[in-house]
Structures are given as structure tokens and as C-alpha cells.
């Protein structure tokens, strides 16, 4: 064997090491992050508006008064009606957000139908909080 193959060889291990090693994590993370994605949205189909701001990302208190949020769902979302189903449609691990600081997120889509909305996607947020804990740091309807 060359030393150019041993070479190769030993690259190419310490990088299936190294993704090896990284790919548990995203997926761990993944699943963190939804779930308390799911808590969340618990809380927003349940009316309960006030209660998923204070569990927010301390990110998103800082960038939408209770308030604003308040108004933001009586208005967007109470007139879709009731939650008659959500499907996951994607999750994606990501360390940088356009207009956000570096952190670990997980940006969560799911197709969503509504009492008075047929088809709609929901894009939920999660972070990881100063505490680190999996928190919303963002949502929206399409």
C-alpha cells in the first residue's frame, strides 16, 4: 500500500468520524426540538396565546411584546378555527438563520388543515435556549 492510499484512507476515516459523530446529534436534536414544538402548538390550538409566548425562545420574547403577539394570533390565527390535522412534512438542523444570531435550530414545517382552512404549512422554530432547552423561536402560517 502507498502512502498516498494510507494517506487517503486515513482521511477518508477521521471524516466518517467526524459525520459519524455529528449526525447523531442533529438527529437527537431533531427530535428535542420537536417535541417541544409539538408542546407549543399544543398550546397556540388550545387558544392559549399568552401561555406559548411565556414558553418562547427568549429570542422571540425579545422581538414581539406578549402584546404584539396576542393581536398577532387573535388575528392570524383564531379565524382558521379548530386544528383538524397536522402531518410533518420536514425537520432540518441549522446553526444560522437569515436575520437570526448563530444558535442550533431546527426549522419544522408541517402540512396543516384548519376548520376553515383546507391546506396551510406551519413553519415552527425551535432554539436552543441560554438554558439549554429546545424553545419556539418562531412560527408562521402559510
Known sequence: M???TKLILFLSCCFLMVYARTLP?????EKAAQAAAKEWLSLVDQGK???SWE?????FKNAVSE???LQSMKGARQPLGKLVSRE???ATFTTNLPGAPDGQYVVIQY???FENKGSAVETVTPMLDRD???RVSGYFIK
Not at 414558553?55 to 429570542?59: D, F, I, L, R, V
Open 2 to 4: 502507498t502512502i498516498r
Open 88 to 90: 410533518l412534512r420536514n
Open 67 to 69: 402584546k404584539q403577539w
Open 111 to 113: 402540512a396543516t388543515s
Open 132 to 134: 439549554q432547552k429546545w
Open 49 to 51: 396565546y399568552a401561555e
Open 25 to 29: 446529534a442533529d438527529e437527537a436534536a
Open 55 to 59: 414558553t418562547a425562545a427568549a429570542y
